[in-house]
């Protein structure tokens, strides 16, 4: 069997390897239009700003050792122009001497990536703007910042846009980062971000939001980057990190069916509408693992586990099948760390999914064993068995190992009563005897059982017309004098029983506390002294999220 795989890094070059370890036989060619058949994209910042202090490190595995250890026929600088389906060849040039064949196949596999989106705007081509996808587009960058680059500008506030700013500030380089829309990371919901632009804000990052680049200008000192508000911000270097779009152009030209956003369609088998022809990596359509929709997550795991996939399903493995994308993502900021996996709120509601949704506020590890650091969790799972839907979490060590658990969680079809159950590993320096995945459980299930009725942060935010609820503080007074929600009244938890005479009986009362704890106690006093009460899910904690004191990010100026 003769198999011709266009694209290297992760989806081609797993699908080249493992198609060898599956068949001794086959000719396997693998064309790359670029010099390096697979590269370590997602740490090119990090050369940028330092960290991998030695270039050859990116270069995951050289195109001699493929030829070597694998038997493949790799052909680098080497462009696919045309797909002839009827003849199953393909037209490669040679980038090299310029010239032109044909290359017949049995299968075909595209793994052509995903290119870079620049926005349509003035000056959009000036030296001293790059995008950052590829080993020579760093090397660009990283020349200009070795030289001495004083300020510059990051359009973009995703992973890479993030990544780009914190090596940049490691470089002791003024950064600015612009993005389009009031939040960063757009696939997180907005209220798990706010502290992530604070944090910026605290390493001297100055975070605009709800503003874009309009136009980019040569100047004196470098460039100037005008954005929509009408101000201008001067740089010696802007790095473009606003997404990418799948490199379809091979595809469409030969019929095969796309997205309405691009993507390659694919079956769960990874082959596209002409069965000898699959399609993997950035490139493609995925289904939504939780919604079970069309879309597209380019991420280097999935791409990897598709190119394997691929080759498995080539050579015979007929019950080969890839389940879906779940989104499961992280990024790390200055020793902040986000991430995500499956469904977001904003999603859920997108596809008119019902859901309920647990905040929790708990530390890393043991609160008694130095080191520990809170992070926040937030859980989305259905509101009648309770099966898990998605994930978000903020905050410093052990961010990591909670949502790879419930990545896992979700890829299992588990439910928060789970959670509950869950047996994690213990000691006082890695978690706590209640994790905060069992916590999470804990809450999830009590509001599925009706255990302690919850009322969400944005009906506060939002208040009804006419007569609002009672806002109950039971924190401490100096908790309380600290900072609290408007208009709340203050009886600590431990003085309530002794205080109820306080409290209005004729309307609804909301209980609430720093994270939910003492909030879920005073909710079941009330609830069983004859109050129509709840608790403030999440607590103070989650209301800041939704009402930063200061954010550290300005917007449209």
């Given at each position: 069997m003769k198999i011709v795989i266009v694209g290297g890094v992760a989806g081609g070059a797993s699908a080249a390897t493992r198609a060898r370890r599956l068949s001794e036989d086959s000719h396997i060619v693998l064309f790359e239009r670029g010099p390096n058949v697979s590269f370590a994209n997602c740490g090119?910042?990090?050369?940028?700003?330092?960290?991998?202090?030695?270039?050859?490190?990116?270069?995951?595995?050289?195109?001699?050792?493929?030829?070597?250890?694998?038997?493949?026929?790799?052909?680098?600088?080497?462009?696919?122009?045309?797909?002839?389906?009827?003849?199953?060849?393909?037209?490669?040039?040679d980038l090299a001497s310029g010239r032109e064949y044909d290359e017949p196949y049995d299968?075909?596999?595209?793994?052509?990536?995903?290119?870079?989106?620049?926005?349509?705007?003035?000056?959009?081509?000036?030296?001293?703007?790059?995008?950052?996808?590829?080993?020579?587009?760093?090397?660009?960058?990283k020349k200009l910042v070795d030289g001495g680059t004083g300020r510059a500008v990051v359009v973009g506030g995703g992973y890479i846009g993030l990544e780009m700013v914190e090596n940049l500030v490691r470089r002791g380089i003024a950064t600015t980062l612009v993005q389009s829309q009031d939040q960063l990371l757009s696939s997180f919901d907005k209220e798990m971000t706010t502290s992530i632009a604070a944090h910026l804000a605290a390493h001297g990052v100055e975070v605009i939001l709800n503003n874009s680049?309009?136009?980019?200008?040569?100047?004196?000192?470098?460039?100037?980057?005008?954005?929509?508000?009408?101000?201008?911000?001067?740089?010696?270097?802007?790095?473009?990190?606003?997404?990418?779009?799948?490199?379809n152009k091979l595809a469409v030209a030969a019929g095969l069916a796309v997205g309405p956003r691009g993507g390659i369609r694919v079956n769960e088998h990874l082959q596209t509408d002409d069965p000898d022809i699959y399609a993997v990596g950035d490139a493609i359509e995925v289904e939504d693992f939780v919604l079970k929709v069309p879309t597209q997550i380019p991420l280097a795991g999935p791409a990897n586990r598709q190119g394997r996939l691929a080759a498995n399903h080539i050579f015979g493995h007929a019950d080969t099948r890839y389940r879906g994308t779940q989104g499961t993502a992280i990024v790390g900021i200055f020793g902040k760390t986000a991430a995500m996996t499956g469904a977001s709120e904003k999603s859920l509601e997108h596809a008119g999914r019902a859901y309920r949704k647990v905040y929790i506020h708990s530390n890393n590890h043991a609160g008694y064993f130095p080191g520990a650091e809170v992070m926040a969790l937030k859980v989305l799972f259905d509101?009648?068995?309770?099966?898990?839907?998605?994930?978000?979490?903020?905050?410093?060590?052990?961010?990591?190992?909670?949502?790879?658990?419930?990545s896992m969680a979700i890829q299992a079809g588990m439910t928060v009563f789970d959670l509950e159950e869950s047996e994690l590993a213990y000691a006082p320096q890695y978690g706590s005897a209640k994790d905060p995945i069992n916590m999470a459980g804990f809450v999830a299930s009590g509001l599925i059982r009706g255990e302690h009725p919850q009322t969400e942060v944005e009906?506060?935010?939002?208040?009804?017309?006419?007569?609002?609820?009672?806002?109950?503080?039971?924190?401490?007074?100096?908790?309380?004098?600290?900072?609290?929600?408007?208009?709340?009244?203050?009886?600590?938890?431990?003085?309530?029983?002794?205080?109820?005479?306080?409290?209005?009986?004729?309307?609804?009362?909301?209980?609430?506390?720093?994270?939910?704890?003492?909030?879920?106690?005073?909710?079941?006093?009330?609830?069983?002294?004859?109050?129509?009460?709840?608790?403030?899910?999440?607590?103070?904690?989650?209301?800041?999220?939704?009402?930063?004191?200061?954010?550290?990010?300005?917007?449209?100026?």
């Open positions: 090119l910042p990090y050369y940028v700003g330092g960290e991998i202090a030695d270039r050859d490190k990116l270069l995951v595995v050289s195109p001699e050792r493929l030829r070597e250890r694998y038997k493949l026929d790799v052909r680098i600088r080497s462009s696919v122009e045309a797909i002839d389906r009827r003849a199953k060849t393909v037209r490669v040039r299968k075909l596999i595209l793994a052509p990536g995903a290119r870079a989106v620049l926005p349509d705007v003035p000056g959009i081509d000036l030296p001293g703007i790059f995008t950052l996808r590829d080993l020579s587009d760093v090397d660009r960058i680049a309009v136009s980019f200008t040569q100047a004196d000192q470098g460039l100037e980057v005008r954005l929509r508000s009408g101000r201008v911000l001067p740089a010696r270097l802007v790095v473009v990190g606003i997404g990418v779009r799948p490199e509101p009648i068995d309770g099966k898990i839907l998605g994930a978000q979490a903020v905050g410093g060590d052990g961010v990591d190992k909670r949502i790879d658990v419930l009906r506060i935010l939002d208040p009804t017309p006419g007569r609002g609820p009672f806002l109950l503080d039971v924190r401490t007074p100096e908790e309380f004098e600290q900072g609290h929600i408007p208009e709340a009244v203050n009886i600590p938890v431990d003085e309530l029983r002794h205080r109820l005479s306080e409290i209005p009986q004729d309307c609804e009362v909301i209980a609430y506390c720093q994270v939910g704890q003492r909030g879920q106690l005073a909710t079941r006093i009330l609830l069983q002294t004859g109050f129509r009460a709840s608790n403030l899910g999440g607590g103070y904690k989650t209301y800041r999220l939704f009402m930063p004191m200061s954010s550290g990010a300005s917007e449209s100026h």
